[in-house]
């Protein structure tokens, strides 16, 4: 690993940039949780990578901490409503950009806060937007409560244009010493050059891949994380608005 090149436009903490990531232009459009099943398939990989997909139906997706009859009030009219393994607020998907980082579990390794690693990606991805014709900035601190509606509430780090409205944000998970991260860009139009300048910001090395299954055996591994947790009447419980089984 080697340090990360310092931003002369945006305050991004100095950690080591990773040695190589995996770029994946996922051309299927999934469903909403065939889409979390992948991110974390990929998030259980020995290796980084950086996902761009889409979706297959209209989607309101909310955090894992949230509750679906709050999504439906906030956002009516999707074909679905999904829950998230990572944290953050209610967000819809019906418009938009989507992407998944992912950091791997190594041993020996333990990645910076999560603040900090927050305000790292988006340090990268505010300077790849820039590139790509969006005037942007990093918020420095939270905005005011709009609510559980992700993008009425943007929090430090969080990317916003020059009037404070919120351009991109994201939801992280740690488990088992790797980290996913699941984000969203709205309200701007990049050029498609934006995900190959984040991934070139976030690492040396970047492998670019367009295949439908990224590795031999991926499309049954997805059936079968679907099947067992994001497809499970388990997964669709609630009490309290918490979850009370992983």
């Known amino acids: 690993m080697v340090s990360a090149p310092e931003s002369s436009f945006f305050f991004r903490p100095q950690l080591p940039a990773l040695q190589q990531l995996r770029l994946w232009y996922d051309p299927?459009?999934?469903?909403?949780?065939?889409?979390?099943?992948?991110?974390?398939?990929?998030?259980?990989?020995?290796?980084?990578?950086l996902r761009v997909y889409s979706w297959a139906k209209p989607a309101v997706s909310y955090g894992y901490f949230d509750r679906e009859a709050e999504a439906r009030r906030l956002f009516p009219g999707a074909e679905e409503y999904i829950r998230r393994w990572t944290g953050g607020g209610i967000v819809d998907h019906r418009s938009g950009q989507t992407?998944?980082?992912?950091?791997?579990?190594?041993?020996?390794?333990?990645y910076p806060e999560s603040a900090q690693l927050y305000a790292w990606v988006h340090g990268a991805l505010a300077e790849a937007l820039r590139a790509c014709g969006v005037v942007c900035r990093l918020l420095s601190a939270d905005a005011a409560d709009g609510g559980r509606a992700c993008w009425a509430s943007p929090v430090c780090s969080d990317i916003t244009d020059a009037d404070g409205r919120k351009l991109a944000g994201a939801g992280q998970r740690r488990h088992a010493g790797a980290v996913l991260h699941q984000g969203l860009i709205q309200g701007c139009s990049p050029t498609d050059a934006w995900s190959e300048r984040l991934a070139a910001a976030l690492a040396v090395r970047v492998e670019v891949l367009h295949e439908a299954s990224p590795w031999p055996g991926f499309a049954q591994e997805l059936e079968r994380l679907l099947q067992v947790r994001y497809a499970a009447p388990a997964w669709a419980d609630e009490r309290e608005g918490r979850r009370y089984r992983s």
């Open 28 to 49: 299927v459009p999934r469903c909403g949780y065939a889409n979390m099943a992948a991110d974390e398939l990929l998030s259980r990989r020995p290796e980084a990578w």
């Open 99 to 110: 992407y998944t980082l992912t950091l791997p579990a190594m041993p020996g390794v333990v």
